[in-house]
């Protein structure tokens, strides 16, 4: 009896905490001029919202009959056809946005005549052209693919042409839905972020009233594996790099010693590098534009270097000169160059009888994280976790604490001490 009675009571609880919310406000509805549609009347989108601290005797929430929403509609609009469809997208996106937390007395509610004007293509495009001010070169090309993908799939949903205010959340999530069946979790994420960073800036300029997509849940995506290096491998495959291909050697060093991403170090340029200063100027994932010290350790290798042309590129095929590519083809020439160098490096060992092989998950950047953890280690052995974490920060160049923490997680850069004393039942 005991367990129907808790049952019913936590059913009864559920119901009655969705009934007080749904009494906060009511749907929004559309005022058409009455049963005649009579145009020379205000139509308009019409709702009622709770106002905060007002109750009636039973401890009621009391609606109160909020502004009405026309967005010049009557003004723009003169046929019964036109008026209905237009205040038909306003009532749904009003509906969302009360669905998603919207309150007329904390929130300004953005919604605009002009947001009716902008079709979804032109709504989007408009949002990108801001967008891709801001943008790297390898951002931009992921960008415009993206979202050049959702005008195609908004064009065979047949709303491209429609109003901006046309594409809801719903929309948004059947699309990225869609990705998520044909490719990967990690590939609707990004492109999430795309949108939602494109939707943003429709937010900004007052074209649609709320970035819906950021209130879209992130995925839990399985991280790329960049397996980190043993010592004993580290030695012997720098040992084989550097008599195979030096060149690749000198990239690698600046991935580990000066802790850049590979494509970060495919950006540099002469003008980049300041010897007397020892520091080096690069565009990082997080900033513009990022200073680091040049290491002693990457010094010695660079000072001999062709300094002459400011413009040329630190890395190309050849070292130091003009490279006619783009950034990520100069990046994914290297990681190839790499893979195979380490193809080379795996026949080398089976041919010493060794069988250690170096599989996909040992990449380029997998000596960023292998420097670090030694790093890492090193500083721990003299400070605590905090002061590890601080000094090592201005080195990797994180953009906060938190990321380094959650970065040095990720690749088990610290480790327990040995905890078999905790074990022993003696």
């Known amino acids: 009896m005991g367990y129907f009675f808790d049952k019913l009571q936590t059913a009864y609880a559920t119901a009655y905490k969705h009934g007080l919310e749904k009494k906060k406000y009511t749907e929004p509805k559309i005022y058409h001029g009455g ?13 009622s ?10 401890g009621k929430p009391v609606l109160v009959r909020q ?15 036109e008026r209905l469809l237009h205040l038909g997208i306003i009532k749904e996106v009003l ?27 032109a709504a989007l495009d408009f949002a990108y052209n801001i967008k891709v001010n801001e943008l790297s070169e390898t951002s931009i090309k992921d960008y415009k693919s993206r979202y050049g993908r959702f005008k195609k799939y908004l064009d065979k949903k047949n709303l491209l042409d429609k109003s901006i205010l046309s594409i809801t959340k719903q929309t948004v999530n059947n699309y990225l839905q869609s990705i998520v069946k044909t490719s990967s979790a990690r590939n609707r994420n990004n492109t999430r972020i795309v949108l939602s960073s ?36 580290l030695e012997g495959l720098f040992a084989f790099i550097k008599e195979n291909d030096p060149l690749l050697l000198l990239f690698i060093k600046f991935v580990s010693y000066n802790f850049l991403r590979p494509i970060e170090v495919c950006r540099l340029k002469v003008e980049d590098v300041f010897l007397a200063q020892k520091l080096l100027r690069f565009q990082a994932k997080n900033k513009p534009e990022k200073t680091k ?26 070292g130091v000169g003009v490279w006619d590519a783009t950034e990520s083809s100069r990046r994914d020439y290297f990681t190839k160059r790499f893979w195979k160098l380490k193809k080379k490096y795996n026949e080398y060992l089976l041919s010493k009888g060794k069988t250690l092989q170096l599989g996909g998950e040992y990449t380029i950047y997998s000596f960023r994280h292998t420097f670090i953890t030694l790093l890492f280690r ?28 959650a970065y040095l997680k990720d690749i088990d850069a610290e480790l327990p001490e040995d905890y078999s004393g905790l074990l022993s039942l003696y």
Request: charged share 30%.
């Open 378 to 405: 090193k500083l721990r052995k003299d400070f605590s976790y905090t002061e590890t974490c601080d000094k090592l920060m201005l080195i990797t160049g994180h953009s906060t604490l938190d990321a380094l923490k």
């Open 95 to 121: 509906s969302e946005m009360l669905k998603e937390g919207y309150s007329p007395y904390k929130d300004k509610l953005k919604l605009d005549s002009k947001s009716l004007e902008y079709t979804a293509s």
């Open 198 to 233: 494109l939707f943003a800036e429709l937010e900004d300029n007052d074209i649609i009233p709320r970035n819906f997509i950021e209130n879209i849940k992130v995925l839990n995506t399985k991280s790329v594996s960049h397996k980190t290096y043993s010592l004993d491998v």
């Open 49 to 58: 919202f709770a106002k905060p601290d007002l109750f009636d005797k039973l």
């Open 67 to 81: 502004t009405p929403v026309t967005m010049s509609v009557n003004k723009q609009f003169k046929t019964k056809a």
């Open 293 to 318: 010290i040049v290491p002693d350790i990457v010094l010695r290798e660079i000072k001999d270097l062709d300094f002459s042309e400011q413009n040329h590129f630190l890395f190309t095929p050849n």
């Open 35 to 47: 049963d005649n549609f009579d145009l020379s009347k205000r139509w308009y989108v019409y709702y």
